[in-house]
């Protein structure tokens, strides 16, 4: 059984700050709002269709009905507790909702244990895995859609840090250089042509704001109408000034910052500099794992393949000059040059690909099942992958074996 992860909608919710609506008043709705508020998440009010449930008080909150939501923000976040997936989404959006989320990755291994939500455990289990079957249905429906839920987008190699054990593997660049913004802009442009949707964009170095010019990837990255979010992934050393402050002033952007104590220098400022101006943001205190070393392993097709699929991060759609990957650890690694690149594990954008052509590479690498080239020079990243102390710096650059 892989470990719960705090999911990345409940992060966005928690650092925004707003109550979020439960749509659907049954057994999925009470399992819900026992989940999200164990979390911290704020519920503003249950929502029907049926006229029997509402008007009255579940969990301790009214059920509204769908035409009373209309009064909400249109950004309100709405989670469809219920299993008439199609019929609840259309309703929401006819209102203007476009933030809504189904329960799969909220219920999906959340420990009930103890909860008084009036269902025994094994019943807890049936509604959540009838509830992911149904989600499971509704998207092999829209199966020809192609919606991301990340991507993240490197705008430089270079880290006001150099940890050791740096799962995106900084400690190993010698000349790190900033990314060509040229370049990215239009390989942003050409994927976000090919995809349905995106819900969330993740910028991110090295250290981002070590690139003076980052404002003009994230003017780019908000600007687009389908992205909900785009994170800004930041180490608490430099605060943004002038233009790179100016872009993050937009409803779409949130900053976390991964507080390193000592070495987030400028942590405190950075914070108060974001409360000052409201800009979206959270700190968080790190939890490594000895993912950061490149080291070839003979392992057999069966092990590789479990390492990928209990990876933590195995759908973080990384573009690393020009190129897309499917996660962190092989975007820098290939770079680096210390794995083969492989046409499989890649898709190319420094050339002119575009149109039909990029759709069908972005979905064979979005939807691959099977183990990535990097996988075997990898230590994996799950919960089985020991801890290691964070932020352990090293002056020089580590040694690398080129391939
Ligand atoms: S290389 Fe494989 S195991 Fe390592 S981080 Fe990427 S997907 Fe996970």
Sequence with gaps: MTQYRRPPIVETILAEGRPVVLFGAGDLGVLSHYALTDMGVEIACFADGRHSK??????????WSPEQLGDLPQNTHVFLCGNYLATMAARLREIGFTRIHDCVELLDGFDFTGADVGFVPSQI????????????????????????KYLDVVVTEACSMKCIDCSNLMQYYTKPKHSDLDLLASAVDRIMESVDGLYEFRVLGGEPFVNPRVHRVINQLTAYAG???VVIY?????VPRGENLECLKN????????????????????????AENGIPHVSKIPVWTDSGRIKFVERSASELDDMFHNCSVNDILTLLNGKLYRCPFSANGTNLGAIPETSADVVDLTGDLKGPELREQLRGLYNRSGHLTACGFCNGRDYRTPRVEAAIQTRRPLPLTVV
Excluded: C, P, W
Aim: net charge negative; hydrophobic share 35%.
């Design 234 to 238: 930041t180490n608490g050393t430099i």
């Design 125 to 148: 289990e049936r509604k959540i895995a009838f509830h992911k079957r149904e989600v499971h249905k509704a998207r092999e429906q829209a199966e020809d859609t192609l919606v991301f």
């Design 251 to 274: 409803e779409k952007v949130v900053v976390e910052i991964t507080n390193y104590g000592s070495h987030s220098k400028k942590h405190d400022e950075l914070m108060a500099t974001l």
């Design 227 to 229: 992205v909900e979010k």
């Design 54 to 63: 509402q008007g009255q008080v579940l969990s301790g909150l009214e059920i």
